[in-house]
Protein backbone atom coordinates (compact mmCIF):
# COMPACT_ATOMS: atom_id res chain seq x y z
CA UNK A 1 0.00 0.00 0.00
CA UNK A 2 1.37 3.68 -0.69
CA UNK A 3 1.73 5.62 2.00
CA UNK A 4 1.67 8.57 -0.12
CA UNK A 5 -1.72 8.95 -1.39
CA UNK A 6 -1.81 12.66 -0.35
CA UNK A 7 -0.07 13.68 -3.14
CA UNK A 8 -2.83 14.25 -5.30
CA UNK A 9 -4.20 17.21 -2.70
CA UNK A 10 -0.61 18.83 -4.56
CA UNK A 11 -2.49 18.53 -8.72
CA UNK A 12 -2.80 21.87 -9.36
CA UNK A 13 -6.84 22.47 -10.54
CA UNK A 14 -6.07 22.78 -14.28
CA UNK A 15 -4.49 19.60 -14.71
CA UNK A 16 -7.12 17.81 -12.63
CA UNK A 17 -9.07 14.53 -14.41
CA UNK A 18 -12.44 14.44 -15.09
CA UNK A 19 -13.28 10.87 -14.05
CA UNK A 20 -16.51 11.06 -15.27
CA UNK A 21 -15.16 11.38 -18.68
CA UNK A 22 -12.74 8.13 -18.32
CA UNK A 23 -13.50 4.90 -19.51
CA UNK A 24 -15.09 2.46 -16.75
CA UNK A 25 -16.32 -0.85 -15.74
CA UNK A 26 -20.17 -0.67 -15.68
CA UNK A 27 -21.75 -2.89 -13.66
CA UNK A 28 -25.25 -3.87 -14.10
CA UNK A 29 -26.42 -3.63 -10.58
CA UNK A 30 -26.21 -0.23 -8.07
CA UNK A 31 -28.36 2.34 -8.88
CA UNK A 32 -29.05 4.85 -5.88
CA UNK A 33 -32.37 6.86 -6.63
CA UNK A 34 -32.83 9.07 -3.93
CA UNK A 35 -36.17 11.21 -4.37
CA UNK A 36 -37.54 14.32 -1.94
CA UNK A 37 -36.16 12.65 1.54
CA UNK A 38 -36.92 14.25 4.88
CA UNK A 39 -35.66 13.76 7.82
CA UNK A 40 -35.78 15.17 11.53
CA UNK A 41 -34.63 14.39 14.57
CA UNK A 42 -37.11 15.55 17.13
CA UNK A 43 -37.50 19.16 16.09
CA UNK A 44 -34.33 19.37 14.10
CA UNK A 45 -34.52 18.90 10.25
CA UNK A 46 -31.52 17.65 9.40
CA UNK A 47 -32.77 16.49 5.51
CA UNK A 48 -34.37 18.82 3.44
CA UNK A 49 -36.16 17.05 0.27
CA UNK A 50 -32.30 15.27 -1.08
CA UNK A 51 -32.76 14.40 -4.22
CA UNK A 52 -30.31 12.55 -5.86
CA UNK A 53 -29.18 9.97 -8.91
CA UNK A 54 -26.43 7.82 -8.41
CA UNK A 55 -25.62 5.50 -11.45
CA UNK A 56 -23.95 1.87 -11.43
CA UNK A 57 -20.55 1.84 -10.81
CA UNK A 58 -20.42 5.60 -9.88
CA UNK A 59 -18.57 7.01 -7.02
CA UNK A 60 -20.35 10.02 -5.02
CA UNK A 61 -17.81 11.96 -3.29
CA UNK A 62 -20.31 13.90 -0.75
CA UNK A 63 -18.49 16.99 0.90
CA UNK A 64 -19.85 19.68 3.58
CA UNK A 65 -19.69 21.22 7.30
CA UNK A 66 -20.18 19.44 10.27
CA UNK A 67 -23.99 19.12 10.83
CA UNK A 68 -24.56 19.55 6.93
CA UNK A 69 -27.13 16.00 7.11
CA UNK A 70 -24.04 14.30 5.36
CA UNK A 71 -24.15 11.11 7.58
CA UNK A 72 -27.59 10.95 7.98
CA UNK A 73 -28.26 10.99 4.38
CA UNK A 74 -25.80 7.48 4.47
CA UNK A 75 -27.72 5.95 7.22
CA UNK A 76 -30.94 6.12 5.21
CA UNK A 77 -29.45 4.70 1.85
CA UNK A 78 -29.18 1.02 3.91
CA UNK A 79 -32.14 2.04 6.63
CA UNK A 80 -30.22 2.42 10.01
CA UNK A 81 -32.18 5.81 9.77
CA UNK A 82 -35.75 5.30 8.45
CA UNK A 83 -37.14 8.77 6.75
CA UNK A 84 -40.04 10.91 7.44
CA UNK A 85 -41.27 11.63 3.65
CA UNK A 86 -39.80 10.60 0.05
CA UNK A 87 -38.09 7.38 -1.15
CA UNK A 88 -34.57 5.63 -1.90
CA UNK A 89 -34.60 2.88 -4.28
CA UNK A 90 -31.58 0.46 -5.15
CA UNK A 91 -31.90 -0.92 -8.60
CA UNK A 92 -35.56 -0.52 -8.36
CA UNK A 93 -36.40 -1.88 -5.10
CA UNK A 94 -37.05 0.81 -2.26
CA UNK A 95 -35.20 0.49 0.80
CA UNK A 96 -36.75 -0.01 4.32
CA UNK A 97 -40.32 0.40 2.70
CA UNK A 98 -42.92 -1.30 0.67
CA UNK A 99 -45.85 0.87 -1.42
CA UNK A 100 -49.67 -0.38 -0.76
CA UNK A 101 -51.80 1.74 -2.70
CA UNK A 102 -50.71 4.92 -1.81
CA UNK A 103 -48.81 4.82 1.28
CA UNK A 104 -45.50 3.66 2.43
CA UNK A 105 -45.33 0.65 5.17
CA UNK A 106 -41.69 0.20 6.70
CA UNK A 107 -40.57 -3.61 6.49
CA UNK A 108 -40.41 -6.25 9.30
CA UNK A 109 -36.86 -6.18 10.61
CA UNK A 110 -35.96 -9.59 9.01
CA UNK A 111 -36.60 -8.24 5.78
CA UNK A 112 -34.70 -5.12 6.04
CA UNK A 113 -31.85 -7.21 7.38
CA UNK A 114 -32.20 -9.28 4.51
CA UNK A 115 -32.01 -6.23 1.72
CA UNK A 116 -29.37 -4.48 3.80
CA UNK A 117 -26.93 -7.51 2.74
CA UNK A 118 -27.26 -5.61 -1.03
CA UNK A 119 -25.68 -2.20 1.02
CA UNK A 120 -22.45 -1.99 2.35
CA UNK A 121 -20.82 0.31 4.78
CA UNK A 122 -18.03 1.40 6.68
CA UNK A 123 -18.41 3.16 9.66
CA UNK A 124 -15.59 5.81 11.03
CA UNK A 125 -14.92 3.32 13.74
CA UNK A 126 -14.07 0.02 12.34
CA UNK A 127 -16.48 -1.92 14.22
CA UNK A 128 -14.94 -5.20 14.38
CA UNK A 129 -15.81 -8.15 16.46
CA UNK A 130 -12.36 -7.62 19.27
CA UNK A 131 -12.79 -10.90 20.05
CA UNK A 132 -12.79 -12.78 16.69
CA UNK A 133 -10.01 -13.35 14.93
CA UNK A 134 -9.53 -11.01 11.36
CA UNK A 135 -10.25 -14.31 9.15
CA UNK A 136 -13.30 -15.08 11.49
CA UNK A 137 -14.67 -11.32 11.24
CA UNK A 138 -14.63 -11.14 7.59
CA UNK A 139 -16.61 -15.20 7.17
CA UNK A 140 -18.90 -14.49 9.82
CA UNK A 141 -21.85 -12.61 8.13
CA UNK A 142 -20.99 -14.51 4.95
CA UNK A 143 -22.22 -17.46 7.29
CA UNK A 144 -24.90 -15.97 9.60
CA UNK A 145 -26.48 -13.89 6.46
CA UNK A 146 -25.21 -15.29 3.24
CA UNK A 147 -25.69 -19.19 4.58
CA UNK A 148 -22.32 -19.82 2.56
CA UNK A 149 -20.57 -23.19 3.97
CA UNK A 150 -17.60 -22.71 6.15
CA UNK A 151 -15.48 -23.66 3.66
CA UNK A 152 -16.60 -20.88 0.82
CA UNK A 153 -16.69 -18.09 3.15
CA UNK A 154 -12.99 -18.77 4.33
CA UNK A 155 -11.91 -19.40 0.96
CA UNK A 156 -13.94 -15.71 -0.09
CA UNK A 157 -12.43 -14.35 3.13
CA UNK A 158 -8.88 -15.13 2.31
CA UNK A 159 -9.42 -13.71 -1.40
CA UNK A 160 -10.23 -10.41 0.12
CA UNK A 161 -7.65 -10.26 2.56
CA UNK A 162 -5.09 -10.15 -0.14
CA UNK A 163 -7.16 -7.79 -2.08
CA UNK A 164 -6.43 -5.20 0.73
CA UNK A 165 -2.81 -6.50 1.44
CA UNK A 166 -3.49 -8.19 5.08
CA UNK A 167 -3.08 -11.79 4.35
CA UNK A 168 -0.39 -12.07 6.73
CA UNK A 169 -2.68 -10.95 8.85
CA UNK A 170 -5.56 -13.48 8.98
CA UNK A 171 -4.92 -15.00 12.23
CA UNK A 172 -4.39 -11.76 14.49
CA UNK A 173 -6.86 -10.03 16.39
CA UNK A 174 -8.26 -6.50 16.06
CA UNK A 175 -6.48 -5.62 18.98
CA UNK A 176 -3.14 -6.28 17.19
CA UNK A 177 -3.71 -4.18 14.07
CA UNK A 178 -2.91 -0.73 13.61
CA UNK A 179 -6.09 1.38 12.71
CA UNK A 180 -4.92 1.07 8.95
CA UNK A 181 -4.85 -2.26 9.09
CA UNK A 182 -8.58 -2.67 10.92
CA UNK A 183 -9.93 -0.21 8.59
CA UNK A 184 -9.08 -2.49 5.48
CA UNK A 185 -9.86 -5.78 7.43
CA UNK A 186 -13.50 -3.87 7.86
CA UNK A 187 -13.21 -3.01 4.11
CA UNK A 188 -13.19 -6.28 3.23
CA UNK A 189 -16.02 -8.04 5.79
CA UNK A 190 -18.17 -5.45 3.66
CA UNK A 191 -17.08 -6.57 0.40
CA UNK A 192 -17.57 -10.30 1.49
CA UNK A 193 -21.22 -9.96 1.47
CA UNK A 194 -20.74 -8.93 -2.55
CA UNK A 195 -22.87 -5.58 -2.35
CA UNK A 196 -24.01 -4.12 -5.07
CA UNK A 197 -23.44 -0.52 -3.17
CA UNK A 198 -20.86 0.34 -0.33
CA UNK A 199 -21.30 3.41 1.81
CA UNK A 200 -17.84 4.94 3.51
CA UNK A 201 -18.72 7.09 6.29
CA UNK A 202 -15.36 9.22 6.99
CA UNK A 203 -13.43 6.21 6.93
CA UNK A 204 -10.23 7.63 7.26
CA UNK A 205 -11.51 10.30 10.07
CA UNK A 206 -10.02 8.01 12.76
CA UNK A 207 -6.89 7.40 11.56
CA UNK A 208 -3.62 8.92 12.23
CA UNK A 209 -2.73 11.16 8.97
CA UNK A 210 0.24 8.42 8.22
CA UNK A 211 -2.42 5.79 7.43
CA UNK A 212 -4.53 7.46 5.79
CA UNK A 213 -3.00 6.51 2.50
CA UNK A 214 -3.41 2.81 2.61
CA UNK A 215 -6.64 2.65 3.07
CA UNK A 216 -7.50 5.40 0.34
CA UNK A 217 -5.87 3.58 -1.96
CA UNK A 218 -7.70 0.12 -1.42
CA UNK A 219 -11.03 2.79 -1.80
CA UNK A 220 -9.26 3.98 -5.40
CA UNK A 221 -9.06 0.18 -6.16
CA UNK A 222 -12.78 -0.38 -5.73
CA UNK A 223 -13.42 2.75 -7.84
CA UNK A 224 -11.44 1.56 -10.75
CA UNK A 225 -13.18 -1.52 -10.61
CA UNK A 226 -16.46 -0.28 -11.01
CA UNK A 227 -18.31 -0.79 -7.35
CA UNK A 228 -21.02 1.69 -6.69
CA UNK A 229 -19.93 4.00 -3.64
CA UNK A 230 -21.45 6.82 -1.90
CA UNK A 231 -18.29 8.48 0.51
CA UNK A 232 -18.81 10.58 2.64
CA UNK A 233 -15.31 12.35 3.17
CA UNK A 234 -13.06 15.36 4.28
CA UNK A 235 -10.11 14.25 2.33
CA UNK A 236 -10.53 16.77 -0.47
CA UNK A 237 -7.54 14.66 -2.77
CA UNK A 238 -9.21 11.47 -2.66
CA UNK A 239 -12.36 13.31 -3.90
CA UNK A 240 -11.26 15.55 -6.75
CA UNK A 241 -8.88 12.04 -8.04
CA UNK A 242 -11.49 9.43 -7.87
CA UNK A 243 -15.08 10.59 -7.51
CA UNK A 244 -16.86 10.51 -10.77
CA UNK A 245 -19.69 13.34 -8.68
CA UNK A 246 -19.00 15.92 -5.87
CA UNK A 247 -22.10 16.88 -4.07
CA UNK A 248 -21.89 19.32 -1.87
CA UNK A 249 -24.67 19.59 1.46
CA UNK A 250 -25.03 21.97 3.93
CA UNK A 251 -28.33 22.37 6.50
CA UNK A 252 -29.94 19.18 5.27
CA UNK A 253 -29.49 20.45 1.34
CA UNK A 254 -27.75 19.27 -1.66
CA UNK A 255 -26.55 22.71 -2.41
CA UNK A 256 -24.07 21.67 -5.39
CA UNK A 257 -23.50 18.61 -7.41
CA UNK A 258 -21.52 18.21 -10.84
CA UNK A 259 -18.05 16.57 -11.78
CA UNK A 260 -14.89 17.36 -9.41
CA UNK A 261 -13.35 19.73 -12.21
CA UNK A 262 -16.51 21.86 -12.21
CA UNK A 263 -16.76 21.94 -8.33
CA UNK A 264 -13.65 22.52 -7.27
CA UNK A 265 -12.56 24.93 -9.97
CA UNK A 266 -15.65 26.81 -10.72
CA UNK A 267 -18.31 25.96 -8.16
CA UNK A 268 -21.24 27.56 -8.64
CA UNK A 269 -22.65 28.33 -5.28
CA UNK A 270 -21.08 30.80 -2.85
CA UNK A 271 -21.62 28.20 0.35
CA UNK A 272 -19.49 25.58 -2.10
CA UNK A 273 -16.88 28.53 -2.19
CA UNK A 274 -16.59 29.25 1.25
CA UNK A 275 -16.63 25.98 2.23
CA UNK A 276 -13.70 24.89 -0.23
CA UNK A 277 -11.83 28.42 0.26
CA UNK A 278 -11.66 27.04 3.98
CA UNK A 279 -10.81 23.53 3.89
CA UNK A 280 -8.47 23.77 1.08
CA UNK A 281 -4.33 24.91 0.87
CA UNK A 282 -4.08 28.26 -0.32
CA UNK A 283 -3.18 27.40 -4.37
CA UNK A 284 -6.65 26.26 -4.22
CA UNK A 285 -8.48 29.15 -2.13
CA UNK A 286 -10.95 30.42 -4.71
Known sequence: ?????????????????????????????????????????????????VSLDIKPGEVAAILGPSGSGKSTLLRTVNHLENIDAGRITIDGKMVGYEQRGDKLYELHEKEILRRRTNVGMVFQQFNLFPHLRVLDNVMEAQ?????????????????????VGLEDKE?????????????????????????????????????????VGEVLDVIRDLASQGVTMLVVTHEMGF???????????????????????????????????AFLGSVLEPAYNL
Open 171 to 211: LAFPRQLSGGQQQRVAIARTLALDPAVVLFDEPTSALDPEL
Open 1 to 49: MSSNAHNSQHTPPEQMKDKSQEPKVRPANGHVVIENVYKSFGDVRVLEG
Open 239 to 273: ARDVADTVIFMSDGLVVEQGPPREVFSAPKHGRTR
Open 143 to 163: VSALKRSTAEAKAKARELLKR
